[in-house]
């Protein structure tokens, strides 16, 4: 009964057409937590370019997910990408070299995503290009990268509404009157019921709640929209706010807002949150609660300076956060439930075994 994650391994030898087909879960019996690993199966936030110089290849990556039971990607680019003539890596690295948006990664991911066959895991491409401050060609832009490859994009993002630390690099956070102007792509990604996945800081460590408002707009704006946001507002410039208050926060804003669902990626979550037990034991209750709308995810950046042992590392850390849900939470948020409901795909989690 107990073959699920046995099926995770051989899903490697599973010789199929195109890099879409994955084997189904549904008949796969009860996954049992006191055995089998606590890691999410979903990595839905996941950058196959890194800002600047050699990247991971696909292939290459593919067997990371395999070995480390990873079955569905989102595929993203970077927002911002530094200019080709730097020998920058990290923005961070280089103050004052601008990074800006650019469909560039979009199509690099989309093309090799075409040309590889990544065995046994469902690749989601994601539509990282838009400039949120600048928003009047969005809509062009989608169309141009949708003709060129009909069909393939069903996400967007991460895009940066409010990214402090872009902004020694030249990037502009959107004001509210840009937000206004979002309505023609935003009204597309509803048509189509894509989701988007927005950074939007929460605030900093001296203001905590600074730049909530810029959250609150979209939402307000855009209430029919799938809307994640990334790493719950959090950040490293928020390492510091009270749970109590970021909780509530949420709290308020998911339920004024139903189409709103948490991106919990970034191992700064766990670093600077989570692993404190006291302050995990304030979270666990939240995710339990609200599980159907938290996805997971790494927040990999694929640099070449990276290897397995990073990536193995990251998404264990982000993982760590799942031992303490219960049932329906761990089946939603580490068994991919939650993403797969945001998604639309028709796959289904295994059921917890019961204890
Ligand atoms: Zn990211």
Redesign the pocket.
Request: proline share 7%; with cysteine.
């Given at each position: 009964m107990r073959r699920w994650r046995a099926l995770c391994a051989a899903s490697a030898m599973v010789v199929v057409s195109g890099a879409w087909a994955v084997p189904s879960l549904a008949d796969a019996g009860c996954f049992d937590r006191t055995t089998q690993p606590y890691t999410s199966v979903v990595d839905s936030?996941f950058?196959l370019r890194p800002f600047g110089g050699p990247g991971i290849p696909l292939t290459e990556m593919g067997e990371y997910w395999r070995q480390t039971g990873v079955r569905y990607v989102n595929l993203?680019g970077i927002g911002q990408i530094l200019p080709v003539d730097s020998p920058c890596i990290y923005y961070l690295d280089c103050l004052g070299t601008p990074v800006l948006p650019s469909p560039k990664n979009d199509v690099e991911n989309a093309q090799d995503v075409a040309q590889t066959n990544v065995d046994g895991v469902h690749l989601t491409l994601s539509m990282t290009f838009p400039d949120l401050a600048n928003p009047g060609g969005i809509l062009d832009q989608m169309r141009q990268l949708d003709s060129a490859y009909p069909g393939k994009f069903h996400w967007m993002g991460?895009v940066n509404l409010m990214k402090q630390a872009l902004l020694g690099n030249g990037a502009q956070p959107a004001t509210l009157g840009a937000i206004v102007s979002w309505s023609p792509f935003m009204d597309e990604l509803r048509r189509r019921d894509m989701p988007i996945n927005i950074?939007s800081d929460l605030g900093n460590d001296a203001d905590p709640l600074k730049f909530l408002y810029l959250m609150e707009t979209v939402l307000t704006l855009y209430p029919e929209n799938k809307i994640v946001w990334?790493h719950m507002g959090l950040s490293n410039e928020l390492k510091t706010i009270d749970p109590a208050l970021h909780i509530a926060t949420l709290r308020r804003v998911m339920d004024q807002h139903p189409n709103l669902y948490l991106d919990i990626?970034?191992r700064v979550l766990e670093d600077s949150y989570f692993s404190r037990g006291p302050v995990r034991e304030q979270y666990v209750p939240f995710f339990d609660q609200y599980s159907s709308r938290v996805i997971p995810g790494t927040?990999f950046v694929a640099s070449r300076k990276k290897d397995f042992a990073v990536y193995a590392e990251e998404l264990d850390v982000t993982s760590r956060i799942n031992k303490y849900l219960n049932d329906k939470a761990f089946r939603d948020i580490a068994l991919g439930q939650s993403y797969f409901d945001l998604l639309g795909l028709p796959e289904q989690a295994p059921p917890v075994c019961a204890a």
């Amino acid at each position: 009964m107990r073959r699920w994650r046995a099926l995770c391994a051989a899903s490697a030898m599973v010789v199929v057409s195109g890099a879409w087909a994955v084997p189904s879960l549904a008949d796969a019996g009860c996954f049992d937590r006191t055995t089998q690993p606590y890691t999410s199966v979903v990595d839905s936030h996941f950058h196959l370019r890194p800002f600047g110089g050699p990247g991971i290849p696909l292939t290459e990556m593919g067997e990371y997910w395999r070995q480390t039971g990873v079955r569905y990607v989102n595929l993203y680019g970077i927002g911002q990408i530094l200019p080709v003539d730097s020998p920058c890596i990290y923005y961070l690295d280089c103050l004052g070299t601008p990074v800006l948006p650019s469909p560039k990664n979009d199509v690099e991911n989309a093309q090799d995503v075409a040309q590889t066959n990544v065995d046994g895991v469902h690749l989601t491409l994601s539509m990282t290009f838009p400039d949120l401050a600048n928003p009047g060609g969005i809509l062009d832009q989608m169309r141009q990268l949708d003709s060129a490859y009909p069909g393939k994009f069903h996400w967007m993002g991460e895009v940066n509404l409010m990214k402090q630390a872009l902004l020694g690099n030249g990037a502009q956070p959107a004001t509210l009157g840009a937000i206004v102007s979002w309505s023609p792509f935003m009204d597309e990604l509803r048509r189509r019921d894509m989701p988007i996945n927005i950074h939007s800081d929460l605030g900093n460590d001296a203001d905590p709640l600074k730049f909530l408002y810029l959250m609150e707009t979209v939402l307000t704006l855009y209430p029919e929209n799938k809307i994640v946001w990334a790493h719950m507002g959090l950040s490293n410039e928020l390492k510091t706010i009270d749970p109590a208050l970021h909780i509530a926060t949420l709290r308020r804003v998911m339920d004024q807002h139903p189409n709103l669902y948490l991106d919990i990626s970034w191992r700064v979550l766990e670093d600077s949150y989570f692993s404190r037990g006291p302050v995990r034991e304030q979270y666990v209750p939240f995710f339990d609660q609200y599980s159907s709308r938290v996805i997971p995810g790494t927040d990999f950046v694929a640099s070449r300076k990276k290897d397995f042992a990073v990536y193995a590392e990251e998404l264990d850390v982000t993982s760590r956060i799942n031992k303490y849900l219960n049932d329906k939470a761990f089946r939603d948020i580490a068994l991919g439930q939650s993403y797969f409901d945001l998604l639309g795909l028709p796959e289904q989690a295994p059921p917890v075994c019961a204890a």
